[in-house]
């Protein structure tokens, strides 16, 4: 049994405007990394893109799954999960690696080589680190739901092997304001302060009869 790091890491973070860039690192591979263009034809798709883009395709699964969302350029559209782990582990697995010409900049590993997998034919990556990662893909795609699953793919072609998968965070009931009305109906507002010290009408929330805000639970698909 391994017993050094694992690593699984979630982001909630990418918005509209994020979309465009995530797409193009994620599918031609140009960004910040150090991307092996000999490796790329080894990344493994689980879920690939069935749009031109990533923007389109999260735009299109909102739209199919008739899921609710603020239009917001604020609004959080997509959340992403990375499953990888030190070449050790790979290495336990029976995983190859060879020197990158490079060296550690900081880190324990400092001025030490860094290494890289050496894939040159599908052979070279073994049965046990295809099982690993379709066994994280099988366990967050349980967690999240298959078909809030937007794209997922395993990049050989990096510094280290891992795992991209990138989801929409979908819930099934919200808790939404109840607030004031008058005899007509319509929500009853009064005047405040907001931070930079403007005047502004805000809308009055309900309170029950000892004073706590009231909620009432919508049900549905929401982005949570």
Do not use: C, W
């Not at 795992?163 to 109906?185: A, C, Q, S, W």
């Not at 929500?187 to 907001?194: A, F, K």
């Amino acid at each position: 049994m391994y017993a050094g790091n694992q690593v699984l890491r979630f982001e909630s973070k990418y918005k509209s405007a994020d979309l465009g860039g995530l797409g193009v690192e994620l599918t031609k591979r140009k960004g910040t990394g150090n991307y092996d263009q000999e490796r790329t034809i080894f990344n493994y798709s689980y879920v690939p893109l069935s749009k031109p883009t990533l923007q389109e395709q999260v735009y299109s699964k909102l739209k199919d799954n008739k899921i609710y969302y603020n239009d917001s350029k604020n609004t959080n559209l997509l959340n992403g999960a990375i499953v990888t782990s030190g070449k050790e582990f790979f290495q336990s697995l029976g995983m190859k690696f060879k020197d990158s010409n490079r060296v550690h900049q900081v880190g324990k590993d400092k001025g030490n080589p860094i290494l890289v997998p050496d894939i040159k034919n599908e052979e070279d990556i073994p049965e046990r680190v295809k099982a690993f990662f379709n066994d994280s893909y099988n366990f967050l795609e349980n967690l999240v739901g298959k078909e809030n699953v937007v794209y997922a793919q395993v990049h050989y072609d990096e510094d280290t092997p891992h795992l991209h998968f990138y989801f929409m965070p979908i819930v099934n009931e919200v808790k939404r304001k109840v607030f004031e009305t008058d005899t007509n109906g319509n929500i009853v507002y009064r005047e405040g302060i907001d931070k930079k010290g403007n005047k502004k009408m805000y809308p009055v929330q309900k309170k029950d009869k000892n004073g706590k805000n009231l909620f009432k639970t919508e049900t549905g698909k929401f982005l949570n």
